[in-house]
T-cell receptor, first 113, second 116 residues
Framework: AQTVTQSQPEMSVQEAETVTLSCTYD???????LFWYKQPPSRQMILVIR??????QNATENRFSVNFQKAAKSFSLKISDSQLGDAAMYFC??????????FGKGTKLSVKP | GAVVSQHPSRVICKSGTSVKIECRSL??????MFWYRQFPKQSLMLMAT?????????EQGVEKDKFLINHASLTLSTLTVTSAHPEDSSFYIC????????????FGSGTRLTVV
């Protein structure tokens, strides 16, 4: 069975600084997708970024980028120029052949002004 | 585009009664929908996968007779919590898979269920 591990329950970053959230996963599949979702206090799940496993190039969405290391099964999220609105729970998720998403336990990100 | 409407957003019910939660895809057809449960400060746990026109597939440990899922149309899936008890109090979220475009997932805004 696939598993997703987020080892940082909480992280804090100063506004305008850069922070990296860690995620590792375990799978025997070769073709899969990885995601980072943001869940603000409203509890609405918001897609931050998506990575296809077959793509070697790391995905980037504006201030958000990932470091995807397939051999190491690592998928970290870097947030540059952090903003107060980035404060939220961040979940790493895996999607394999079964189609459903498997989530990590989440990292609570605080942004200090 | 790709909006999923989940209703109600909050519901309080008495112990022993049933509650229905609706998840509707507004602008796309969702042949597959997922139901998650989220406890406070915890992650999303998959409860079941529903496919239009067929029986839902439940995750291990989820009581299918308590959590009834119906996916009767391409745009609507419902979760009914039957004979609710206080331990069923939780945040329930639905998600619909898009089978066009980027084949991604769209989440509903969630339902906070409180059983008193």
């Amino acid at each position: 069975a696939q598993t997703v591990t987020q080892s940082q329950p909480e992280m804090s970053v100063q506004e305008a600084e850069t922070v990296t959230l860690s995620c590792t996963y375990d799978t025997s599949e070769s073709d899969y997708y990885l995601f980072w979702y943001k869940q603000p206090p409203s509890r609405q799940m918001i897609l931050v970024i998506r990575q296809e496993a077959y793509k070697q190039q790391n995905a980037t969405e504006n201030r958000f980028s990932v470091n995807f290391q397939k051999a190491a099964k690592s998928f970290s999220l870097k947030i540059s120029d952090s903003q107060l609105g980035d404060a939220a729970m961040y979940f790493c998720a895996y999607q394999g052949s079964q189609g459903n998403l498997i989530f990590g336990k989440g990292t609570k990100l605080s942004v200090k002004p | 585009g790709a909006v999923v409407s989940q209703h109600p957003s909050r519901v309080i019910c008495k112990s022993g009664t049933s509650v229905k939660i609706e998840c509707r895809s507004l602008d796309f057809q969702a042949t597959t929908m997922f139901w998650y449960r989220q406890f406070p400060k915890q992650s999303l746990m998959l409860m079941a996968t529903s496919n239009e026109g067929s029986k839902a597939t439940y995750e291990q440990g989820v009581e299918k007779d308590k959590f009834l899922i119906n996916h009767a149309s391409l745009t609507l899936s419902t979760l009914t919590v039957t004979s609710a008890h206080p331990e069923d109090s939780s945040f329930y979220i639905c998600s619909a898979r898009r089978w066009v475009g980027d084949y991604g997932y769209t989440f509903g805004s969630g339902t906070r269920l409180t059983v008193v």
